[in-house]
């Protein structure tokens, strides 16, 4: 009882400092700012909302809590030693790496750039110098790097779980350019959590001098009592597809980060266990995880576009919430091959075979397992002759978004979340593929 009453204790201090703490609350504006991001693009490209980003925050929120609190059990029984320094120290260098690029927003990067820094700070004599140098040199000789390592690995390991439940609800329908300039469909999937870490550490400032009732795996002493320290951290992932529908690209990501995760963490261990090994510790962080973006990219190249319109039909490549596609049931990747029994090959088409009924919404529709299917729904008085289909690009298509890895300047800059694909454009112009069939 007497440990039960301490950890409740230690927690809700941990809890408090949280709360002292700027950096969740940075986490949560940058999520904020993505997802806003995200649906100014999808209303630029389609004139239509396809996502509401103060639930995907709230979603976001509940998520991370969730995978924090999961993360915070399995850290009690390993015992990572952090400190506060660490904190300062990882967000430190995440926000300097997020100048060059958005993805280098993640701990694995951090992590493996301050595990080679303090290898290297080892061969010198800075630590031995007086003045700021030798504080701040000593503060970094003193971080736990394995045990942080250990700490990233966790986190891509909830990382993967939260993309392979909610990866694919996160995706974003876009029009993209080909490998000859052509404009192909595709998805961007983007999710990110903010995860507020509670971590159970050796004896520091205000330690509890009651017994663990377990012993933490970590080689540290506990008994000079521990404290929980209060880590906010922030997982994400960014993948682009043009030939997956988004539920198998977010399965093949997630599968990709449980193996990044194992992975790294033997190398954590082994580094643990022998002190010597952290450089390649530190290399597995950084190389893997890029290992794991050249895979995407390659799969992507060596594959044909999937959201293309051909001879059989138009492609489907999103649906509009609440619309008569909605209702009947109609997937991204189908094909709609006929309306009210008029064969579609062009938003024309199915525009002038949406008015040839009055009553009914009839449609033959390929399946992406190339089946035929046949749907109907009744249509309603006063409801618009509109299906709510995006549709993947044709050569009117005006606006496209850049795959280029963006950076902390494109994402704060509006103007380059789509780019204009020749000529003037106007806003009274008709966007190909939008809301309007």
Not at 347 to 374: C, I, P, R, W
Request: net charge positive.
């Amino acid at each position: 009882m007497d440990a039960a009453n301490a950890l409740l204790d230690q927690f809700g201090k941990a809890f408090v400092h949280l709360l002292a703490q700027p950096f969740y609350y940075i986490a949560v504006l940058f999520i904020i700012v993505q997802y806003t991001r995200q649906i100014s693009l999808e209303r630029r490209m389609f004139a239509v909302r396809l996502h509401i980003w103060p639930r995907l925050v709230a979603k976001a929120m509940l998520a991370g809590l969730a995978a924090g609190v999961i993360a915070s059990i399995v850290g009690a029984f390993i015992g990572i030693s952090l400190s506060g320094d660490a904190v300062l120290w990882l967000w430190g260098s995440a926000v300097v790496l997020l100048l060059f690029r958005i993805r280098y927003l993640c701990f694995a990067y951090g992590a493996g750039v301050l595990a080679l820094l303090q290898w290297i700070i080892g061969f010198t004599p800075l630590e031995d110098n007086g003045g700021w140098i030798g504080d701040i040199a000593a503060s970094l000789a003193a971080l736990d790097m394995p045990g942080i390592l250990v700490l990233v690995a966790l986190l891509h390991l909830m990382e993967a779980f939260l993309v392979r439940r909610q990866g694919d609800k996160l995706a974003t329908p876009l029009f993209l350019e080909g490998k000859r300039g052509k404009l192909v469909g595709g998805y961007m999937l983007q999710g990110f959590w903010p995860v507020p870490l509670f971590l159970l550490v050796p004896a520091a400032g205000g330690a509890s001098v009651v017994d663990l009732p377990w012993t933490p795996l970590s080689g540290s002493d506990w008994t000079q009592g521990w404290s929980v320290v209060a880590l906010p951290m922030i997982i994400g992932f960014s993948e682009m597809t043009r030939t997956m529908l988004p539920k198998v690209k977010a399965r093949h990501a997630a599968k990709r980060l449980l193996g990044y995760s194992l992975l790294l963490t033997g190398a954590a261990l082994l580094a643990w266990w022998q002190p010597a090994l952290l450089p390649i510790a530190a290399l597995c962080s950084l190389l893997m995880h890029e290992v794991i973006i050249w895979r995407s990219r390659a799969i992507e190249a060596a594959q044909s576009p999937l959201y293309v319109n051909d001879q059989r039909g138009l492609r489907i490549l999103g649906i509009v919430p609440g619309t008569p596609a909605d209702g009947m049931k109609l997937q991204a990747g189908e094909i709609i091959a006929k309306v009210n029994g008029s064969r579609v090959y062009s938003k024309e088409d199915l525009h002038e075979a949406l008015q040839n009924s009055s009553a009914m919404y009839k449609l033959e529709v390929l399946n992406t397992d190339g089946e035929l299917k046949f749907v109907q729904r009744a249509r309603y008085e006063g409801e618009h002759h509109q299906l709510g289909v995006i549709l993947s690009p044709d050569e009117r298509a005006t606006y496209y978004a850049s795959s280029e890895p963006a950076t902390l300047l494109d994402l704060l800059r509006r103007s380059r979340t789509a780019k204009r694909r020749g000529g003037v454009y106007s806003e009274d112009e008709d966007r190909s593929g939008t809301l309007n069939v």
